[in-house]
């Protein structure tokens, strides 16, 4: 007689190049869990717990548990990746730098959201679960090798941002920011999953290595299907990045939530939104290299257009910010689009830079900040550097790198990405690289009509609130981390080698 209760036997994985996703897991569900338990008087232990599991998370990642050295690997064979589950998720040094950056500038927006989320009674556990898990999806779309595993760690990154951004829950300003944001999100999703789901229909595969095999004996620039289901994919791609004409959502957004959350957005989802262009167009669409090398021309082009020129008008900081963010985007698709090794270790020099610049902006106007008040005018900078000069440096270091002076490091990742450009073969971008400068040239006016504003305007008596202005307060933390993040911006402008190289090393073994 037949047994047909045969038992089914699965491969058993080897969960080591995963440790610090499945690490951040639990110690995000032990967060959640001493958290119910944790009184209002005692939020701190969130708050510690939160660090000590993102920091635990970031060694795992730089000095992992993993079965074989990557960097030993690229100096044996110039190539180094290690890939579990089925060979749906990868580990690479490509995935290892983003992920320490992601953890570590989450690390700093959590100390610069402290005191923002206190003052206001904001304080709350969710904040730093919500953050947590937003993490784990942008380590899950950093390592992922399927289209479905990207798709899965985008939308994992995607419901916990819609969440915190309607964080302040009786604000209408927040709650109208936050609906325009899922709605369109959920937009942009559908139309990446649309595009997804055709490349796998023409391919038969949603994994990119076989993707990548597919197009490689298959003639792509005639395939309809492969071009309809690129243009869906760059529109997805496009809405989170935030470029033009994808941008709509951001000036809103960043406007309307609470600053601490702005800072959070505007910082570590961007490396993770670099990572998954990476995967998907690159490792997975190269061969497609002609059709979406145009359409990232035309995407970076506008956002830089629309970005630098909107800004001049703005008076708000953070609307100022965000169109200065649509504008850095159109920088590092210029990297992407380049088609190259070199261009896409500018690139992602650029993201990594960019998020540490933004991160420090955004920390000064929490700092200017106080409960019930909102310092996001450009008025609030009034004098700024008499009433406090250290901070007022901070800043300026943030705005010069913000638009390109040197020796501040936004000098050197935009010089890296239009070298890039420059260099594709045939000449076929010089064009661009020079819209670039001039937009460059341009988008300066409005960060140094900001230094302006801080060193040679008289400080109001009354902020724009017409309160009167009183002498800000930080904890010491706060203060710490806001002059190391200011001074590596000018430590990396002067000696950018280091982190050049690392970028360069990641992308040359890992693609």
């Given at each position: 007689?037949?047994?047909?209760?045969?038992p089914?036997?699965?491969?058993?994985?080897d969960?080591?190049?995963?440790?610090?996703?499945?690490?951040?897991?639990?110690?995000?569900?032990?967060?959640?869990?001493?958290?119910?338990f944790v009184?209002d008087?005692?939020?701190?232990?969130?708050?510690?717990l939160?660090q000590?599991?993102?920091?635990?998370?970031?060694g795992l990642?730089?000095?992992?548990?993993?079965?074989?050295n990557?960097?030993?690997a690229?100096?044996?064979?110039?190539s180094?990746?290690?890939t579990?589950f089925?060979d749906?998720?990868?580990l690479?040094?490509?995935?290892?730098?983003?992920?320490?950056?992601?953890?570590?500038?989450?690390?700093?927006?959590?100390?610069?959201?402290?005191?923002?989320?206190?003052?206001?009674q904001?304080?709350?556990?969710?904040?730093?679960?919500?953050?947590?898990?937003?993490?784990?999806?942008?380590?899950?779309?950093?390592?992922?090798?399927?289209?479905?595993?990207?798709?899965?760690?985008?939308e994992?990154?995607?419901?916990?941002?819609?969440?915190?951004?309607?964080?302040?829950?009786n604000?209408?300003t927040?709650?109208?920011?936050?609906?325009?944001?899922f709605?369109?999100?959920?937009?942009?999703?559908?139309?990446?999953?649309?595009?997804?789901s055709?490349?796998?229909?023409?391919?038969?595969?949603l994994?990119?290595?076989?993707?990548?095999t597919?197009?490689?004996?298959?003639?792509?620039?005639?395939?309809?299907?492969?071009?309809?289901?690129?243009?869906?994919?760059?529109?997805?791609?496009?809405?989170?990045?935030?470029?033009v004409?994808?941008?709509?959502?951001?000036?809103?957004?960043?406007?309307g939530?609470?600053?601490s959350v702005?800072?959070?957005?505007g910082?570590?989802?961007?490396?993770?939104?670099?990572?998954?262009m990476?995967?998907?167009?690159?490792?997975?669409?190269?061969?497609?290299?002609?059709?979406?090398?145009?359409i990232?021309?035309?995407?970076?082009?506008?956002?830089l257009?629309?970005?630098?020129?909107?800004?001049?008008?703005?008076t708000n900081?953070k609307r100022?910010?965000a169109?200065?963010?649509?504008?850095?985007m159109?920088?590092?698709v210029?990297?992407?689009?380049?088609?190259?090794?070199?261009g896409?270790?500018?690139?992602m020099?650029y993201?990594?830079?960019?998020?540490?610049?933004?991160?420090?902006?955004?920390?000064?106007?929490?700092?200017l900040?106080?409960?019930?008040?909102e310092?996001?005018?450009?008025?609030?900078?009034?004098?700024?550097?008499?009433?406090?000069?250290?901070?007022?440096?901070m800043?300026?270091?943030?705005?010069?790198s913000?638009?390109g002076?040197?020796?501040?490091?936004?000098?050197?990742a935009?010089l890296?990405?239009?070298?890039?450009?420059?260099?594709?073969?045939?000449?076929?971008?010089?064009?661009?690289?020079?819209?670039?400068?001039?937009?460059?040239?341009?988008?300066?006016?409005?960060?140094?009509?900001?230094?302006k504003?801080?060193?040679?305007?008289?400080?109001?008596?009354?902020?724009?609130?017409?309160?009167?202005l009183?002498?800000?307060?930080?904890?010491?933390d706060?203060?710490?981390?806001?002059?190391?993040?200011?001074l590596?911006?000018?430590?990396?402008?002067?000696?950018p080698?280091?982190?050049?190289?690392?970028?360069?090393?990641?992308?040359?073994?890992?693609l």
């Open positions: 007689m037949i047994n047909m209760f045969i089914m036997q699965f491969p058993v994985p969960f080591l190049p995963a440790l610090p996703e499945i690490f951040l897991l639990a110690g995000t569900c032990l967060v959640l869990l001493v958290d119910l009184k008087s005692q939020r701190v232990i969130t708050y510690l939160s000590i599991v993102l920091l635990v998370t970031a990642v730089l000095y992992g548990f993993n079965d074989v990557l960097a030993e690229f100096q044996a064979t110039g180094a990746k290690v579990t089925s749906m998720f990868v690479d040094p490509m995935a290892q730098v983003l992920k320490a950056s992601i953890l570590l500038i989450t690390v700093g927006v959590f100390v610069y959201s402290r005191d923002y989320l206190r003052s206001r904001m304080y709350k556990g969710e904040y730093f679960t919500l953050g947590l898990f937003a993490v784990l999806g942008m380590m899950v779309m950093v390592s992922a090798k399927t289209m479905l595993l990207v798709y899965l760690g985008l994992l990154l995607s419901l916990s941002m819609y969440a915190m951004v309607a964080f302040k829950r604000d209408g927040t709650s109208e920011a936050a609906m325009k944001y709605v369109l999100g959920a937009i942009a999703s559908g139309m990446l999953l649309y595009g997804m055709i490349i796998y229909g023409v391919s038969g595969s994994h990119l290595d076989h993707i990548g597919y197009m490689a004996t298959h003639p792509v620039m005639e395939n309809i299907g492969l071009l309809l289901g690129l243009a869906f994919i760059i529109v997805g791609l496009g809405f989170k990045l935030g470029v004409p994808f941008h709509m959502w951001v000036p809103d957004v960043y406007d939530s609470p600053t702005t800072l959070f957005l910082t570590a989802p961007k490396i993770a939104a670099f990572a998954m990476i995967r998907l167009l690159v490792e997975g669409l190269g061969d497609m290299l002609q059709g979406w090398q145009q990232l021309a035309i995407l970076a082009a506008l956002s257009l629309v970005g630098n020129i909107t800004a001049i008008a703005q900081i100022m910010l169109y200065s963010t649509i504008s850095h159109g920088f590092v210029m990297g992407i689009l380049a088609g190259t090794e070199t896409y270790a500018a690139s020099f993201i990594i830079t960019y998020a540490i610049i933004a991160m420090g902006g955004f920390a000064v106007v929490i700092l900040s106080r409960d019930g008040y310092a996001d005018q450009l008025s609030d900078l009034k004098g700024f550097s008499s009433r406090h000069p250290w901070y007022a440096f800043m300026m270091l943030f705005l010069f913000m638009a002076v040197p020796p501040t490091v936004g000098f050197y935009k890296t990405v239009i070298n890039a450009v420059v260099a594709v073969e045939g000449a076929n971008y010089i064009w661009l690289a020079i819209f670039a400068v001039v937009m460059s040239v341009i988008g300066a006016y409005y960060y140094l009509r900001a230094i504003l801080m060193y040679f305007d008289s400080p109001d008596k009354v902020d724009s609130d017409g309160q009167a009183v002498p800000v307060k930080t904890s010491w706060f203060s710490v981390l806001l002059s190391v993040n200011g590596a911006v000018l430590v990396l402008g002067v000696l080698g280091a982190l050049m190289s690392l970028c360069v090393m990641a992308i040359k073994a890992s």
